[in-house]
């Protein structure tokens, strides 16, 4: 008999609606893959997940179960619930949700906890959450406490060696030199492959939840003490150059190749550490012993419907799935009508010109709110983005031009005459240009760093923030960039808040 002749009608009708709710999620996950501006690893996380499913698969089923098909349609209930607050809300990392619930129905009914080699499908579909870009929104929410942190423990490290040590905030001085604990340096990357790879093991393990959620909590101390290291080793290379050879370690491999070793001597204790009891075992994978207690989460034992109510309910869930899709979306954090902030007519004496906006921008801005302004100034070009919701229109700008293909390098911030993060951008036509950019509230809080931004309007939710974005060819004379700046500067009543020093990571 051919698989598909077991099928029943109304696993059928249930496995339909399923891919009904879950395509338009699928093809934004697939898009955030692909696309340059969402920076995304999340198909290294979805091969592991594929790996883990296949092993486990591929061994015989050794234990009875009961309740598969009741768990996984309950589940597949509450996926559709969170499909839906994705479509009210517009918010796709929602929807994304609802994949990881989809993952869990399939693995609890492909029955991957009571095999030869069990793995929890419960923690599969924990994995799946990591194909999501949940890094970049991790570095956009949590980025500059993390950068605070890691900048605090890079200090108490270096100062039971170095006694020339100053600290403040995120920067640190060493030796006459300073190092910025800029966003990149937040520890997010290191973060998500810590908490990958304990995720991993507890769905080798599968231990009981107190258990997994201790090991968590260590895999996520180990990698910020593994960040707060490799800060510190890039400090001790910025400031002793003659220690590493004098090679640069902010280039690459070598500045990489440092946060790989430090987080992986981080993560050694969980390696070493991490084990199974040695009774009620199984076969091993990769040296990894697999628990074969009970799954994670119990299965319900619900009394059997009677085939004309089980054909009902699947018609039901696939009417109620079209509904879902077919809802109009209406984002919760569409930003405040918020009056345009005028463009300076002329900079240093040229004229400026409007540019239109690229379709997709005009697009964004109907749906979300705020607005965007460019002007061109000869060979130079601003551009203001303002709004009331950081989080939809505030991006760093290697974000957007990634996506707009060009390749993106980030050279670090200064902080005179205002906070401001700099880049070097250059097409595949040979364009070549430098981007500065500054985040500025109504406030009157100024800042080079958009997770700074981002945690400020936490605390004043509502509060008006606008991106100041200058744009020069990088071969510009430096008196005339910094002539523009000054001009920008004051048409724009741009200020620093406070002195600081400059510096970079």
């Given at each position: 008999m051919t698989l598909l002749a077991r099928i029943s009608p109304t696993t059928a009708v249930f496995a339909l609606a399923s891919l009904v709710l879950a395509c338009e999620p699928m093809r934004w996950l697939a898009g955030s893959w692909t696309d340059p501006s969402y920076a995304s690893s999340g198909v290294v996380y979805l091969a592991a997940l594929a790996g883990l499913l296949a092993w486990s698969l591929s061994s015989p089923v050794t234990r009875g179960g009961f309740g598969q098909r009741q768990m996984a349609v309950l589940v597949l209930l509450a996926s559709a619930l969170a499909r839906l607050a994705g479509q009210l809300l517009a918010i796709n990392v929602i929807g994304g949700l609802a994949l990881a619930l989809d993952v869990f129905a399939l693995a609890t009914l492909l029955r991957t906890g009571q095999r030869q080699r069990p793995v929890s499908p419960f923690w599969?579909?924990?994995?799946?959450?990591?194909?999501?870009?949940?890094?970049?929104i991790a570095q956009r929410l949590i980025g500059y406490p993390l950068q605070e942190l890691s900048a605090k423990l890079s200090c108490a490290g270096l100062g039971t060696v170095f006694s020339d040590l100053s600290c403040s905030g995120i920067r640190i001085g060493l030796q006459g030199r300073d190092v910025l604990v800029d966003l990149p340096c937040s520890g997010t990357s290191g973060l998500m492959l810590s908490l990958?790879?304990?995720?991993?093991?507890?769905?080798?393990y599968r231990p009981r939840f107190l258990t997994a959620a201790a090991w968590i909590a260590a895999g996520l101390a180990l990698s910020l003490l593994g960040n707060a290291l490799r800060i510190g080793l890039?400090?001790?290379g910025i400031a002793f150059p003659q220690s590493v050879f004098g090679a640069d370690v902010m280039a690459q491999p070598l500045h990489d190749l440092i946060g790989y070793l430090a987080l992986g001597l981080a993560m050694a204790p969980v390696l070493i550490f991490y084990r199974s009891p040695a009774s009620q075992t199984s076969k091993t994978f990769c040296g990894f012993r697999s628990?074969?207690?009970?799954?994670?989460?119990?299965?319900?034992?619900?009394?059997?419907?009677?085939?004309?109510?089980?054909?009902?309910?699947?018609?039901?869930?696939?009417?109620?799935?079209?509904?879902?899709?077919?809802?109009?979306?209406?984002?919760?954090?569409?930003?405040?009508?918020?009056?345009?902030?005028?463009?300076?007519?002329?900079?240093?004496?040229?004229?400026?010109?409007?540019?239109?906006?690229?379709?997709?921008?005009?697009?964004?801005?109907?749906?979300?709110?705020?607005?965007?302004?460019?002007?061109?100034?000869?060979?130079?070009?601003?551009?203001?983005?303002?709004?009331?919701?950081?989080?939809?229109?505030?991006?760093?700008?290697?974000?957007?031009?990634?996506?707009?293909?060009?390749?993106?390098?980030?050279?670090?911030?200064?902080?005179?005459?205002?906070?401001?993060?700099?880049?070097?951008?250059?097409?595949?036509?040979?364009?070549?240009?430098?981007?500065?950019?500054?985040?500025?509230?109504?406030?009157?809080?100024?800042?080079?760093?958009?997770?700074?931004?981002?945690?400020?309007w936490l605390k004043q939710p509502g509060t008006t923030w606008t991106s100041v974005q200058r744009i020069t060819p990088w071969a510009l004379a430096e008196d005339r960039r910094a002539a523009f700046e000054a001009a920008t500067g004051a048409a724009l009543d741009l200020s620093s808040p406070k002195t600081r020093r400059e510096g970079n990571s």
């Open positions: 599969l579909s924990v994995l799946f959450l990591f194909t999501l870009p949940v890094e970049r990958a790879l304990v995720v991993i093991l507890n769905a080798l890039l400090a001790v628990r074969t207690r009970p799954a994670l989460v119990p299965l319900p034992v619900l009394a059997p419907m009677t085939r004309g109510v089980r054909c009902l309910s699947a018609l039901v869930f696939l009417s109620i799935a079209f509904v879902i899709v077919s809802l109009p979306r209406q984002a919760l954090d569409v930003s405040a009508a918020i009056p345009p902030q005028p463009l300076p007519m002329s900079l240093g004496g040229v004229a400026g010109v409007d540019e239109k906006l690229l379709p997709v921008e005009e697009r964004y801005f109907r749906q979300y709110g705020g607005y965007a302004r460019k002007r061109r100034y000869g060979e130079l070009a601003l551009t203001l983005v303002r709004t009331s919701s950081p989080l939809r229109h505030l991006h760093a700008p290697d974000d957007c031009l990634r996506g707009l293909g060009l390749e993106v390098t980030f050279l670090g911030s200064r902080f005179e005459p205002v906070p401001t993060a700099l880049y070097r951008a250059r097409s595949r036509d040979g364009g070549d240009w430098r981007v500065a950019v500054t985040f500025v509230s109504e406030t009157g809080a100024t800042t080079h760093n958009i997770a700074e931004a981002i945690w400020l």
